[in-house]
């Protein structure tokens, strides 16, 4: 298996698993390539807040876990050490929200990774970033 299958089996095991979201949040997983993922998610009734619009914490949500897809894509149990979000411009109900994470660096156990959340019009609602940090074992066996 090259890596790029590589990636897509390891995001394809975490996505079958991954309740909070795949049920909860409603999302969809696009993309796993080695460092990169892409999920989407369309902006529901049960995801506005008081204002009506997108609830931040779904936004951070989406980002999250783009940001976990990107950095467990090579097969090595990585989690969040640490994240910050800037918020643009708010979702709207019926938006579909796109988040790309992209791997900036991968040093020993420790990466950096950006995502970038833009709607269905490709405006950028959210900026991501977020440091991994890898444990033992893998999500796949390794051979």
């Known amino acids: 298996m090259n890596q790029d299958q590589l990636?897509?089996?390891?995001?394809?095991?975490?996505?079958?698993?991954?309740?909070?979201?795949r049920q909860t949040m409603g999302m969809q997983l696009i993309e796993c390539k080695p460092g990169y993922a892409k999920l989407t998610?369309?902006?529901?009734?049960?995801?506005?807040?008081?204002h009506q619009i997108c609830h931040g914490g779904f936004i951070f949500t989406l980002a999250d876990s783009t940001f976990a897809f990107a950095c467990n894509?090579?097969?090595k149990v990585a989690l969040a050490a640490g994240c910050s979000i800037e918020f643009l411009k708010p979702g709207q109900l019926g938006d579909?929200?796109?988040?790309?994470?992209v791997e900036q660096t991968l040093s020993?156990?420790?990466?950096?990774?950006?995502?970038k959340v833009s709607n269905q019009r490709g405006e950028v609602i959210a900026m991501f970033r977020g440091k991994s940090a890898q444990i033992a074992g893998t999500?796949?066996?390794s051979e």
């Open 139 to 141: 999500v796949l066996p």
């Open 73 to 75: 894509s090579h097969n």
């Open 108 to 115: 020993g156990r420790h990466g950096i990774y950006d995502m």
């Open 41 to 50: 998610m369309e902006v529901k009734d049960l995801h506005l807040n008081g």
């Open 7 to 21: 990636a897509h089996a390891v995001g394809q095991k975490m996505f079958a698993s991954d309740v909070a979201s």
């Open 96 to 101: 579909v929200l796109n988040c790309e994470g």
